[in-house]
């Protein structure tokens, strides 16, 4: 949660959630931006497990932010 919390801070957000299918699973990464006035979309991809979403999700927020903002080690 605190690799969560420290993206956060610096306007950074990463969701992964389940897509409702039943076969094959699915699920969807978005990375999301701070706005002026609300989150906006950067990047979204699919994936065969939440895993690999999330890695994704993190190594697209280190390089959409041009540094490292977060030590993702859970």
Known sequence: MKALYNIHKEG????????????????????YKRGKFSWITEECS?????????????????????KKVIAHAD
């Open 12 to 31: 950074w957000w990463v969701k992964v959630s389940p897509l409702a299918r039943k076969e094959p699973e699915c699920w969807v990464a978005s990375v």
């Open 46 to 66: 699919e994936f065969s497990c939440p895993e690999d979403a999330y890695t994704w999700g993190w190594n697209r927020v280190y390089v959409l932010s041009d």
